[in-house]
């Protein structure tokens, strides 16, 4: 009797877990998606969720690389009618394109709308990416947008370049006030 009933038990777990994993939630992330920034510094790309899709996860990657030392800042922003009606933003990250996490974005607001920001200086010549993670709430359409922007790191010669230039122009104010 006891190996019939240790038997069961083992068939009803079996079918517990199997029948769980159909309820659980499907990962509905697009593809690594590759950026290119434009000549103003500019990039923007998004994620459009159809119909269906509630409880689903994202983890999104969009990669890009620097070719020199550059600033970055990046923004995503998603809208619902309803605020349990759309998605639930967890997270914006920046890794490098090892997987080593470089910064967290910052969550300005959410509920109805979803905005997260991320702000990183100076950052290397190399490859990147940028994660959105989170979670669809209901099966109705869902999007987000983000936007990208990089820009040069000034030198350090520039900076001298400028305090030699405003030390000129004090020079010459000053001798056409003895004048």
Not at 54 to 64: E, I, L
Not at 144 to 152: E, I, S
């Amino acid at each position: 009797m006891m190996p019939l009933r240790t038997t069961l038990s083992a068939l009803t777990l079996a079918s517990a877990a199997l029948l769980s994993s159909a309820a659980m939630a499907s990962d509905v992330s697009n593809p690594v998606t590759a950026v290119t920034f434009d000549a103003s510094g500019a990039a923007f790309f998004g994620h459009l969720f159809t119909d269906n899709n509630a409880g689903n996860t994202f983890a999104d990657q969009y990669s890009f690389t620097l070719t020199g030392l550059k600033n970055l800042t990046a923004d995503v922003f998603s809208y619902s009618a309803n605020p349990s009606n759309g998605l639930n933003i967890t997270s914006l990250d920046l890794y490098t394109a090892g997987g080593t996490l470089v910064q967290h974005g910052t969550q300005l607001s959410s509920g109805q709308t979803e905005l997260w920001s991320l702000a990183s200086n100076s950052l290397a010549a190399d490859s990147y990416y940028l994660q959105i993670s989170g979670a669809v709430q209901s099966n109705a359409p869902a999007s987000y947008l983000a936007g990208a922007t990089v820009t040069a790191v000034p030198e350090p010669e520039t900076y001298g370049m400028l305090l030699g230039g405003l030390a000129v122009v004090s020079l010459l104010a000053r001798r056409r006030q003895r004048s």
